[in-house]
């Protein structure tokens, strides 16, 4: 995994604005630490930096191949799964390689392809590829947008990188904050419309889309989206199939010339992934999997049960690394740390979080990088099989708006009263949903209930799913690691968004579908444990830490966050413990404690970004 930048102009000689580039690559670096490199010309200037996972030796970037006299100069961030395929495809029709690496075997397929080459990609990916002989590039980004692609359009500059620090590096981007950016951090955030920043101007290409760019034109294509089809198998059939496109899936991205573990909770999703990993391993290499696993100091002292989070999970991790035979290691980690890395995970996504939820995740990869380079996770299944509480609860159900953010009048309330009347946060949300659940394709034969699934599966994956995968890119690369998630393989989602939804909720349950198809292969205990998302810390002094800071922020009445937010809202906030907002902020997770790390983290933006306010 790695990160890159570019700049292009049709009008000016950019060759010698060297230090430009050099700035953007150099603030990536985290992404990259292995290797950097640029690329000079005329009107492209390209920068990569390097995590090295496959063929350390030949697949250095920005990699450049001449033919029929053109050369091609590639810079990529991503993993293929199907590489062996496409260089079998392209050795067929000529073509010779230096080595094994999927940055050679990409460039070549684009080559070959042209701009229909990610309809035979199976992998996450963002790349830009230059073609110096007809000035031309070719961007995309994978199906699901797991690998990040922004970019900025200005005085003929296309400016793009793989994050929005990078492009702020450039003299002609400024950070602006205007109504649009209020009305997705304070409406949407910390999720946000598919192609849009809470920066002004900086855009991001939408997942299954390519830009096509030259002195002729610019235009973005989509290349890919999810097909209503009727479902013809059968259950045990459903099952079978299922099981095979996992562990297809799980086989294809254990792919790696560095060490390679699984992250393992001890629920359904990733023992599935674990024990797929696990049996591989033992076939192939006649040795154990690495599994790890994430907790808190004094957790089970301080574990409070609710609805969401039902149980801790180190009775079922033990359970499973016992069933697996893995050789586990167990992250604990302490309330002052997770409090002190706010301000990186803030800087790791450009903007505000999942609070604490994302500083325990940037933590976490951080440990795990001593031992491991990359990993495998169980994310994005609960979205794709209906494991998420939104979709069983008649509240969520009939709420018309996004189930997993309808604390929609105080977030309103929540807005400074100087700005609150310029901005309609209920107006915008609903103009954002009703956008995109206009996009789901129905069949004629849907039940009403399966219709309402099927838009609440949509908005799941192409909103929370996304704001997940941004959170484990940027938590992981911001520690030089990957985490790759073999559940978002397009050709699982594809199969299961056609799944009818009684058989996905199969008895009535959450994931009941995925839950039946693993029965006698998982432990019994594991295969019905009641759904429990990520772990947040429990102990009290988490909520006394960030209670402390907020209050210390509200005490300088010119601090950034008084400018958008209602200074005595935030005050009522802290002295009710959060309890003043009466609904979670986002999901599940976010309630009192991550509320208050959540406006830290806001003030935190305003003052390291500075961005101008334009209302």
Not at 39 to 44: C, E, I, L
Not at 69 to 89: A, P, R, W
Not at 534 to 547: A, D, E, R
Request: negative net charge; glycine residues 6%; contains cysteine.
């Amino acid at each position: 995994m790695c990160g890159f930048a570019g700049i292009v102009n049709f009008n000016k000689d950019i060759s010698n604005e060297f230090s430009i580039i050099r700035n953007m690559s150099e603030i990536l670096s985290k992404r990259g630490p292995d290797e950097d490199g640029l690329y000079f010309s005329r009107h492209a200037n390209l920068a990569h930096r390097r995590l090295s996972i496959i063929d350390i030796d030949n697949g250095k970037q920005p990699m450049r191949y001449s033919i029929d006299g053109s050369t091609y100069t590639i810079v990529y961030n991503g993993q293929l799964y199907n590489c062996d395929e496409l260089k079998k495809v392209l050795v067929e029709n000529g073509f010779k390689f230096k080595g094994h690496s999927d940055t050679e075997v990409l460039l070549k397929a684009y080559i070959f392809y042209g701009k229909d080459v990610c309809k035979h990609l199976n992998g996450i990916f963002a790349f830009a590829i230059w073609n110096d002989k007809k000035e031309e590039l070719f961007v995309a980004r994978d199906h699901f947008g797991i690998k990040p692609f922004y970019y900025f359009i200005k005085e003929d500059n296309f400016i793009f990188a793989s994050e929005i620090k990078a492009i702020l590096e450039h003299p002609l981007c400024k950070p602006i904050l205007d109504k649009q950016g209020i009305h997705e951090l304070f409406g949407i955030g910390p999720s946000h419309t598919p192609g849009i920043s809470p920066f002004k101007g900086i855009l991001e290409l939408e997942p299954a889309h390519f830009i096509v760019y030259n002195k002729e034109s610019f235009r973005k294509e989509e290349y890919w989206k999810l097909e209503t089809k009727e479902h013809t198998d059968d259950l045990e059939q459903t099952c079978e199939k299922i099981r095979y496109l996992l562990k297809d899936s799980v086989e294809r991205q254990l792919t790696s010339d560095v060490p390679i573990g699984t992250l393992l909770s001890g629920g359904l999703d990733s023992s599935i992934i674990s024990k797929y990993a696990k049996d591989y391993y033992k076939r192939e290499y006649g040795e154990k999997l690495k599994t790890f696993s994430v907790d808190y100091v004094d957790q089970e002292k301080n574990f409070v049960k609710n609805d969401f989070q039902p149980n801790t999970d180190n009775y079922y991790i033990d359970l499973m690394v016992n069933f697996l035979g893995t050789e586990h290691k167990k992250i604990i980690l302490d309330t002052p740390e997770l409090f002190g890395s706010l301000d990186d995970a803030m800087i790791a996504r450009d903007f505000p979080g999942m609070a604490d939820v994302d500083s325990s995740y940037l933590l976490f990869f951080k440990n795990l990088k001593k031992d491991i380079t990359v990993t495998l996770s169980g994310e994005c299944s609960d979205e794709i099989f209906g494991g998420y509480p939104w979709y069983f609860r008649e509240d969520a159900l009939n709420s018309n708006t996004f189930p997993w953010s309808i604390a929609i009048d105080e977030r309103q309330n929540l807005l400074n009263k100087d700005i609150a009347h310029e901005i309609d946060l209920r107006n915008y949300i609903e103009k954002r949903y009703n956008d995109s659940i206009s996009k789901v394709e129905f069949l004629e034969n849907d039940t009403e209930d399966n219709k309402t699934h099927r838009k609440l599966i949509y908005l799941t994956s192409n909103w929370f799913m996304q704001t997940l995968l941004d959170r484990t890119d940027r938590m992981c690369m911001f520690n030089g690691f990957e985490v790759r998630v073999p559940f978002c393989d397009y050709r699982i989602v594809e199969y299961a968004w056609n799944i009818p939804w009684e058989m996905k909720a199969y008895k009535g349950r959450e994931k009941g579908l995925l839950r039946y198809a693993f029965e006698g292969i998982l432990p019994e205990e594991v295969v019905y444990r009641k759904k429990s998302p990520y772990p947040k810390t429990h102990n009290p002094n988490y909520m006394k830490i960030v209670k402390k800071e907020l209050s210390k922020i509200m005490e300088d009445k010119s601090a950034p966050i008084n400018e958008l937010l209602n200074r005595e809202y935030i005050l009522e906030i802290i002295e009710t413990e959060g309890k003043a907002f009466t609904r979670p902020w986002f999901g599940q997770l976010m309630t009192g404690p991550q509320l208050m790390a959540y406006l830290i983290q806001v003030n935190q933006w305003l003052k390291r970004y500075n961005p101008k306010i334009e209302i």
